[in-house]
């Protein structure tokens, strides 16, 4: 099992930056992929970003490539969301996730923290 706490969340401007972080416990990280998902109110859960633990192979939804870095620090067992050029729809409760390497569903997530871009 693991569990995952994120913070970091706040109100930015839009252009400005912020970044999130995950703090994770439980398990063999090695063995999991670490994931960033959002929702914005009335608007499904959309991926944003993930990276492998062991590797640090990254991937990126295109509404947020070239602008969001997710990163993890071994050492912290934490995953980090910077986020640069914000935009008013990045506006979303942002979650943490992680899955094991071998599935696809992601069945562990953090208890969310709002992220606010104002225009």
């Known amino acids: 099992q693991v569990q995952l706490v994120e913070s970091g969340g706040g109100l930015v401007q839009a252009g400005g930056s912020l970044r999130l972080s995950c703090a994770a416990s439980?398990?063999?990280?090695?063995?999991?992929?670490m994931a960033w998902f959002r929702q914005a109110p009335g608007k499904e859960r959309e991926f944003v970003a993930t990276i492998n633990w062991g590797g640090g192979s990254t991937n990126y939804a295109d509404s947020v490539k070239g602008r969001f870095t997710i990163s993890r620090d071994t050492a912290k067992n934490s995953v980090y969301l910077q986020m640069n050029s914000l935009k008013p729809e990045d506006t979303a409760v942002y979650y943490c996730?992680?899955?094991?390497?071998?599935?696809?569903?992601?069945?562990?997530w953090g208890q969310g923290t709002q992220v606010t871009v104002s225009s």
């Open positions: 439980g398990g063999t990280l090695s063995n999991y992929v």
């Open positions: 996730a992680a899955r094991i390497v071998i599935t696809r569903t992601y069945a562990y």
